[in-house]
């Protein structure tokens, strides 16, 4: 789950990590009293929604005077925000941040997230603030600092004061930054974050360590252990499907193809989409019914599918384990039938009563395409995907 910067820092500020004196606002009138309350010479009006490079996209403007902060305020409210992470179609913007403006001295970037290749949190820091990591990882990966944390001992001091000391502070801050890199990693660990990002990580004129931007994500997974949290999510910035989707349990991500995929582990669902472009395809979507899927949540999920309309096949590509296939093939034959599919629908089998299930799909009134094997199933749906175009 993402969270907006403004949620991000309140939650910082909790575990004392310093963050700069901010209001949010949602209309012109609130951002010049923002303006006015915060008292500074200058002050930042920032755009909020869940995606970075707003400042390049024009979301984050300078204003020198309360009256400024409600022009600009004014341009970017509504606005739809287009970065190279919100893709083509924006971000509309309905909440802006105001901030107090700080005497820049040096920018810097820090940033906590699971190292998968290890199954450890990683703790990165670097000279190159206000840049985007990924510009700076993939031609400068020597000036990204890492300090891998072990989960029995946490992060310790010894190694904040070596990414402090390598990103070329002051010694008279090292203290600072230690306290800064502890609480940032507290703060991370309690709240099962899956991704903690600062950047830029402030160094002033007048010697503070700032959090000048916050980018956090959460566990899914994890919030049953933080129930307050569900208050912080904003369903407008997320795709109205996946709404839907997590509303039954399902895995659902929307793609730019147009070959639905229904499948039953997320192993299977990424090897699924891989093999459809192998047989020149394009997925739709990222769906997982899950081990233990009801006939009521296949149906569920045909619903879903079938309601992005730049669908013009489905796969369903199902590995019967815990689930069994006849479960699954009586659910897309329902399916079917309650909501009057007219796309083309491939079924592969495997596991569990495959036999039935392939006797329940074929001796159904359904136009649906019975696979052997994964190979088949894509060369099928890409075939019946062209075949639905062209007609």
Not at 59 to 83: F, N, R
Not at 105 to 116: A, P, Q, S, T
Not at 169 to 195: I, R, S, W
Not at 217 to 230: P, T
Request: hydrophobic share 45%; aromatic share 6%; charged share 25%.
């Amino acid at each position: 789950m993402k969270i907006h910067e403004y949620q991000g820092k309140e939650i910082l500020k909790e575990f004392g990590v310093t963050v700069p004196r901010g209001i949010v606002a949602r209309t012109p009138e609130e951002a010049r009293d923002a303006a006015k309350e915060l008292g500074t010479d200058v002050v930042v009006v920032k755009a909020q929604i869940h995606a970075g490079g707003r400042g390049k996209g024009g979301g984050v403007k300078l204003a020198k005077s309360p009256d400024e902060a409600a022009k600009i305020a004014e341009q970017i409210l509504g606005m739809t925000l287009v970065t190279h992470q919100t893709g083509a179609e924006g971000r509309v913007v309905e909440t802006i941040l105001v901030e107090e403006g700080l005497p820049i001295d040096r920018e810097f970037y820090l940033g906590i997230v699971l190292d998968r290749t290890t199954g450890k949190n990683v703790f990165m820091a670097s000279t190159e603030g206000g840049m985007e990591i990924e510009h700076v990882a993939e031609h400068s990966p020597e000036k990204i600092l890492k300090e891998t944390v072990d989960p029995a001992v946490g992060f310790r001091s010894y190694q904040a004061r070596k990414l402090a000391f390598g990103l070329g502070l002051p010694a008279e801050l090292v203290g600072q930054a230690v306290k800064f890199m502890v609480a940032l990693y507290d703060a991370y660990e309690k709240t099962d974050a899956t991704l903690f990002e600062i950047n830029p990580f402030l160094l002033t004129k007048d010697n503070r360590l700032i959090a000048l931007d916050a980018k956090v994500n959460f566990d899914d997974n994890a919030m049953f252990r933080h129930k307050d949290f569900a208050a912080l999510r904003d369903l407008n910035e997320e795709e109205p499907l996946e709404i839907e989707a997590s509303k039954f349990d399902l895995n659902y991500i929307k793609l730019d193809g147009n070959i639905a995929c229904m499948v039953n582990g997320a192993g299977l669902a990424m090897a699924t989409m891989d093999i459809i472009k192998l047989a020149g395809g394009e997925p739709a979507n990222f769906l997982d019914v899950g081990g233990g899927a009801s006939q009521e949540r296949v149906e569920q999920a045909f619903r879903i599918l079938l309601a992005d309309e730049n669908v013009e096949a489905v796969l369903i590509n199902i590995f019967g384990g815990i689930v069994r296939c006849d479960m699954v093939a009586r659910g897309v034959v329902g399916a079917a039938q309650n909501l009057g599919v007219k796309v083309p629908i491939v079924v592969r089998l495997e596991g569990t009563n495959v036999e039935e299930g392939q006797r329940v799909i074929r001796e159904s009134s359904m136009n649906v395409i019975v696979a052997d094997g994964m190979k088949d199933a894509a060369e099928k749906v890409v075939a019946a995907s062209q075949g639905a175009r062209a007609a």
